[in-house]
T-cell receptor, first 119, second 113 residues
Framework: GAVVSQHPSRVICKSGTSVKIECRSLDFQATTMFWYRQFPKQSLMLMATSNEGSKATYEQGVEKDKFLINHASLTLSTLTVTSAHPEDSSFYIC???????????????FGNGTRLTVT | AQTVTQSQPEMSVQEAETVTLSCTYDTSESDYYLFWYKQPPSRQMILVIRQEAYKQQNATENRFSVNFQKAAKSFSLKISDSQLGDAAMYFCAPIFGNEKLTFGTGTRLTIIP
């Protein structure tokens, strides 16, 4: 089946620094990638939708200058948490849908997630 | 606004028994897709089952089946012959007018040996 690789799985950074998380589709072309945030014991909250070659669309309340998303190719999207603060500590998950796959026709494929801890 | 409600924050079931997880939603769309995802302690999101709203027949995937009631906007998941490996968070997640999954609040399922 389709595989989405997310890296790193865990990262600890100091307050004020930036962290980049990568999401790669390994065996299909991902025209659309989604970034989610999940707090402990809570559901997934969609942060933004990125389409290859265009600017990401952010959900209401998500700071686009803080969470920079780049989707430069059909296999890679990155999320950069800039000037990280302890409240940014969370679990971040990406998912991808592919070329030729209609809405709902093919389920989204999820990465394994990244646990970010800001000290 | 499109909403998804999972009214059971936690459920438990005896191993080998059957359990049903409920999900209701609200949408004005007529064509959409519904999913159940499982998130075990590893936190990997795993697709359990999928249902197309235009299909009247309920989807079945081995021990997992759904009861889809379109008029009632209900999409429950039935797990038969529960196994220890079924222990996880279960999320109901429809796709309405676009490709975005809308996740419910989740139900934590515990399997009692």
């Amino acid at each position: 089946g389709a595989v989405v690789s997310q890296h790193p799985s865990r990262v600890i950074c100091k307050s004020g620094t930036s962290v980049k998380i990568e999401c790669r589709s390994l065996d299909f072309q991902a025209t659309t990638m989604f970034w989610y945030r999940q707090f402990p014991k809570q559901s997934l909250m969609l942060m933004a939708t990125s389409n290859e070659g265009s600017k990401a669309t952010y959900e209401q309340g998500v700071e686009k200058d803080k969470f920079l998303i780049n989707h430069a190719s059909l296999t890679l999207s990155t999320l950069t948490v800039t000037s990280a603060h302890p409240e940014d500590s969370s679990f971040y998950i990406c998912s991808a849908s592919g070329v030729g796959r209609g809405r709902g026709n093919s389920p989204l494929h999820f990465g394994n997630g990244t646990r970010l801890t800001v000290t | 606004a499109q909403t998804v409600t999972q009214s059971q924050p936690e459920m438990s079931v005896q191993e080998a028994e059957t359990v049903t997880l409920s999900c209701t939603y609200d949408t004005s769309e007529s064509d959409y897709y519904l999913f159940w995802y499982k998130q075990p302690p590893s936190r990997q999101m795993i697709l359990v089952i999928r249902q197309e709203a235009y299909k009247q027949q309920n989807a079945t995937e081995n021990r997992f089946s759904v009861n889809f009631q379109k008029a009632a906007k209900s999409f429950s998941l039935k797990i038969s012959d529960s196994q220890l490996g079924d222990a996880a968070m279960y999320f109901c997640a429809p796709i309405f007018g676009n490709e975005k999954l809308t996740f419910g609040t989740g139900t934590r399922l515990t399997i009692i040996p």
